[in-house]
């Protein structure tokens, strides 16, 4: 009988004090959180990382206060990424994917996100949540060459809601690439032309923007002009010479397409000798111009086939690159009558990027 009233009272106690144990647990845990400082990665490495608290966001960057109250602006085009204090780990996990190209992961990490989780967390981090979501969607409708109506109302919602937002130009750049896929060039414009208000190599990226959507157009003249006055945009850092860079491929392969491939590829060829190998996105997409402009000529498919695998097997890192690599792969291959190659490439380009265009258009060439 005494036993099982001392059990009793033990169990009565240890339920007593459970909450107790969790509310130690919970304060223990909010001051090991209020102990990490939001992280500002920069666009030059380690040295330019900026730690602290966040006090003030706008279009143009971020204000960071340090632990001795000391404030410190980091400029929008310096920063990769905002790593904040408390954010969840899944949140951290989504961005980053986001950031490779991989936004349908993004979107389903950010699925495990539980709504406890955000429970009385900082605004910065619900429009961080806010952001990565309609960031995703939008990317992963164009990708995909899904509908990008519904996108387009996420991305447009955030700008709204955000207009303070350090993330704006970025998502405005994506809703007009939304607009413009849905073929409403006049409000894509109009999309581009905020982007162009900000920092210097936001106007690149505004007027290569402009370009390649005359481009999709087929207006191949008119495209080719824009690329040429984004490039001569007076900007001097080097965020914006690597924008230029991208807008040189952009009038390459506007030559391409106006029957000038020996100028198209010289240019190409010159870029790639002026890169940095480690530029591995810039120069996966300037060896896919390089073998589109040897594809269309006469004569040149095993230079093409070269080039082509140069991305798939060197320069991959960027899935729509990657892609459409394997697709022109799959193309050459057969033209060149070796089908175990070609049904290599095609199997590796739907297995890997499945929701991509270039996988959409593997299928309907087979049916």
Known sequence: MLERIQSSVHVFLKLLCRP???????????????QIPDRVISTDGPEGTVSGKVIAVTP????????????????????????????????????????????????????????????????????EVEFVKAAAAGRAAIDSGASPVDAGKQVNEFLKKHSESFHFYQMQELL????GSAGKWE????????????????????????????FNQKKYDEAYKEFQSAIKIDAGDEISLAQKRGAELGMAKCLTQQGKQADAI???????????????ELLGKAYNVLGEAYRSTGGKDQDALISFLTVDLVYNSLPESHAE????????????????RAREAKQNLESTYPNSSWAKKVVAAKS
């Open 176 to 179: 007009g690439d939304l607009l």
């Open 20 to 34: 107790l144990f969790s509310s130690i647990v919970g304060l223990a845990c909010l001051s090991v959180n209020a």
């Open 266 to 280: 010289n240019m190409v060829q010159k870029i790639i000798k002026q890169s940095n190998p480690e530029e591995k």
């Open 325 to 340: 690599a394997l697709f022109y792969l799959c193309e050459l291959w057969e033209r060149g009558k070796n089908p175990e």
């Open 187 to 214: 409000l894509a414009q109009d999309a581009y032309a905020k982007l162009a208000k900000g920092p210097a190599s936001w106007k690149v990226r505004a007027a290569a923007a402009r370009a390649t959507m005359l």
């Open 60 to 127: 143009g960057g971020v204000d960071v206060e340090d632990k001795a109250g000391t404030s410190k602006n980091v400029p929008v085009e310096k920063i990769r990424e905002i790593q904040f204090a408390g954010e969840p780990a899944s949140l951290k996990t989504a961005r980053s994917m986001l950031a490779r190209r991989r936004p349908a992961d993004a979107l389903k990490e950010l699925a495990k996100i539980e709504p406890s989780e955000l429970e009385g967390a900082e605004p910065l981090i619900v429009a």
